[in-house]
Each structure stands twice: as C-alpha cells, then as structure tokens.
C-alpha cells in the first residue's frame, strides 16, 4: 500500500508542470517584421523576399520616374508610385504572389509569404 501512495504525489507533480511548460509556448506569438525593398534602376531590389504572416513591406522607388507594385492575379496593387515615395503592403495570406510594374512590365517580383 506504500508503494500506491508514493506514486501519487508522482503523478500530481508531472501533470502540474505539463501545462506551465505548453502555456509558455503558446504566450510567445512572433511580432510583425518591417521589410524594406527598394525600387531603382528600373529593378525591385530584392526581386524576391520571403516574409510571415503579419509582416509589412515597403517599396520606396528611387527612380526618378513612377513604377507600381501590382499582383499578376489581382490580389494588390499600389497603384502610381512617385519618385521618392514609398508604399507599404502587409502580408495576410500565405502562398506565393508575383508582381509587376505596369509602366515596365520587364520589371517583375515575387513576394512569398509563410
């Protein structure tokens, strides 16, 4: 009968850490990032950039002429971009979006959001 006791407190003690351990995972939620790409020589500089869910991006166009950033399916489009101005976009679905300028349409870029 001793040994059924000296399980108990055992038992109890496991099972009060467990949720003090899955609790504290769970309270740490990642904070939006703020991603910077630029606009110039008539390139988006990165092509590429690979955010989270929740981050923002913003394009500045260095350019001494207007560019866009617009989705080739339709899901954002910055519409005119002056030089020296900036647009920001923040990332609310997951998958793989590429864009495009519409004044210069050799002007393309992806945004990958995980």
């Known amino acids: 009968m001793t040994s ?26 990642a904070k939006p990032v703020r991603h910077a790409l630029t606009i110039d020589s008539t390139q988006y500089q990165p092509q590429e950039i690979t955010v989270a869910v ?6 500045t166009n260095k350019d001494p002429f207007p560019h866009t950033v617009t989705s080739k399916a339709g899901g954002f489009d910055s519409k005119q971009i002056d030089s020296g101005k900036s647009w920001t976009f923040i ?3 997951k998958g793989s979006f590429p864009y495009v300028c519409t004044f210069h349409p050799t ?8």
């Open 4 to 29: 059924r006791f000296a399980l108990v407190p055992f038992a109890a003690a496991a099972l009060t850490l467990l949720p003090c351990s899955t609790g504290s995972v769970a309270a740490t939620p």
């Open 54 to 59: 929740g981050d923002s991006i913003v394009w």
């Open 91 to 93: 990332a609310t679905n």
């Open 107 to 114: 002007m393309t870029g992806t945004v990958k959001v995980r």
